[in-house]
C-alpha cells in the first residue's frame, strides 16, 4: 500500500498550498479589502456633508462667556467694559456662515464697520480650548 495515500482511500490533505491555491486567496482577500474600500468611500460624503452643514451653523461668541461682560478693542484684544475707543459685547453669537462671509469682505450683522473689524479681530485671536475656537478653525478649511 502506498504511504501517501490515507486507508480510506481519500487523497491527503496538501502540505503546502499550490501556488494557484494560493493566487486565489490572495485574489479573494483583495476584494474583500477592495469592498472595505467602497464602504469607506461612500460614507466620507455624508460626513463631508454633515460637516459643512455644521460649518453653517456653529457660532462664535463674541466674546466668549466667561469675558462676557467686557469690551471688544479694534485690535481684537478683550478689554475692561467702558474702555475708550472699544466696542460692547456682540448682543448674540454669530454664525459660522455669517463669520465666513465678513472674513471674504461683508459686515457682520448689526454691527459698523469698525466694530465688525473689532469683532473679526477677535475672532481671528481665537486659541484652542476658547469657545469659537472650533467653529473659526473650520470655516478656515478648505471645501
Do not use: H, W
Not at 482577500?29 to 454633515?50: E, I
Not at 484652542?128 to 478653525?137: D, E, I, L
Amino acid at each position: 500500500m502506498d504511504k501517501n495515500v490515507p486507508e480510506n482511500g481519500q487523497n491527503p490533505a496538501p502540505q503546502n498550498s499550490s501556488p494557484v491555491r494560493d493566487g486565489a486567496a490572495t485574489r479573494r482577500r483583495a476584494l474583500q479589502l477592495g469592498a472595505v474600500g467602497v464602504v469607506a468611500a461612500v460614507t466620507v460624503r455624508p460626513a463631508y456633508a454633515q460637516t459643512a452643514a455644521s460649518v453653517l451653523n456653529c457660532s462664535i461668541p463674541v466674546p466668549d462667556p466667561v469675558r462676557g461682560g467686557n469690551y471688544i478693542a479694534l485690535d481684537g484684544s478683550v478689554v475692561p467694559a467702558g474702555t475708550s475707543g472699544a466696542f460692547p459685547p456682540a448682543s448674540r453669537p454669530f454664525t459660522g456662515e455669517e463669520v465666513r462671509q465678513a472674513l471674504q469682505g461683508r459686515s457682520l450683522p448689526g454691527t459698523g464697520y469698525e466694530q465688525g473689524q473689532a469683532y473679526i479681530n477677535y475672532i481671528r485671536r481665537l486659541r484652542a480650548g476658547q469657545n469659537g475656537f472650533t467653529c473659526y478653525a473650520s470655516i478656515q478649511m478648505p471645501r
